[in-house]
């Protein structure tokens, strides 16, 4: 099957250097090096189940590496001890399947372990892939062994030169079985097992001397071994199917010698925040502005830091363009935003809620001198269209010729051309952390996006799902929602000198979203 490698209408625009924002990344120690690997283990982790991370160099192309890494034929015996028997159950889309794979016995008496995993994967624009694993429930496990669980797991092969790569593994896995010491003990070594199959592949490109034209390595299965695939992984057929560019990319300026925080797991613990700068958020009970005196507005989800609420984050977190951008290309901490959180919705629908603001009737309940901007993520899930929305609102006079004038008076053409939006997870699992990432990207260029105004509003609608590659990447987040800590920042992307600096439009921080929780709203 073909693999895609464009996203929805037009390929994105990811730009470099455009805003971002930089949450403080968690804390991970190198706990050995081994075989030329070294090892890394999270030390800020609330989740029972400790995740580690191997980091190898491999002397190889990306595209080869990643035909290796995804290919379970009869070649992957070559340099991967650990898989026994591997088979496709069901191809979902051109970026992500699903995967039962069978592992050796190699501990004593215990049963082997099999996994029934979602892979989803994507290239950046730096010519980095990502391979993200996670457990589903689509096969009964194999007589005769024992399901284990990986709840976030997967592989980054970063390019350094055109033949040579840092390849990094991340595992958070679970070996299922019995309670008891000596699980716990085949738990760490299957972890590390799954771990170490890096120097696996760098041993393996290493002795066929990989070169930037082609293999010249010959399939050689092993013993009594079988493997199905449900059509061949070629270097053609599977790299096609890779998208372009990532929906939310993550910043590629890491030093190599350096594990890189953003990609590694954050806790998936589900008690109350336990980080001081996540206490701290502006629980938007009133603005120094008296804004919540004038604005009598509420939303289905609470103001707070607890479960299903709402914040503002502080919004230095956020980088943007400053006034000398053009000349420096540097980027500032953002001031504070131009409008104020007032409330946040989460609905469910049958169909996708357009113009949530004329629903909500906030023209009725705003003051003559107020303006809002409000925002609506759509995600489609299970048969359901979920909205997150955010209202935004300012009683400061909005410039005439100012870039946001220009903003809410344009048409949707300049308005998909410089939307922004700044995502971070400052609390979550590895795998969504690594999917959503923390670098700006331009919504209308990738995202189908409907924009409704109003006397005294405009409101943004941005269908998550007009995109496959998006929907792969909202498809991991809904699957840990319940334990997400999520930033988002909205700005305007300024293109010439006099619409520098760059602005702040709004701000939010989400705390553990429950989809059964979503109000049910139809139109």
Known sequence: MKRLRTIGKVAPVVEPGTPEAFPDPPKWKLVRCENGLRFFKEMCSGSKVSVMKAVGVVKGQADLIFDEIMNYGPERFQWDHTVETASIVEVIDDHSDVLHVCLTQDWRYLSPRDFCISRYWMRE???AYTIFYRSVDRKATEPGHVRATIHSGGYMITPLTPSKCMVESVFEIDAGGWPGCITSSYGIHLRDNLLSVIAGVRDYFAAHRMNS??????????????????EPATASNIRQRIASTP???????EDFFDARADQFSDTESHSDVSDERLRNAKAYNGHSDGLQKWCSFSGTLSRGVGRNSVSEPDSSLFKLRGKRYLRDGLLVAAEEPIFKLVAADWYKSKDKLDNVSCLRGISEKQSKDAFFFTFNLQV?????????????????KILEGSL????IHKDDNFRNQRLLLLPSVPEGSWIVRQAVGSRAVVLG??????????????EVDVNMGSSGIVRGVMSIVFGYISALVVDMGFSLRAESESELPEELLGAVRCFRLDLSTAANLER
């Open 445 to 458: 260029q990738i995202l189908d996006c409907s924009y409704h105004k109003g006397k005294n509003y405009i």
């Open 380 to 396: 489609p899930h299970s048969g359901h269209y979920y909205s997150l929305v955010y209202y935004f609102a300012t009683r400061t």
């Open 213 to 230: 034209t082609q293999s010249n390595m010959m399939p050689r299965p092993r013993e009594n071994s079988i493997v199905v695939t449900e």
């Open 125 to 127: 624009d730096n010519g």
């Open 404 to 407: 946001l004038h220009q903003f």
């Open 247 to 253: 929906f939310l990319g993550s910043s590629d300026t």
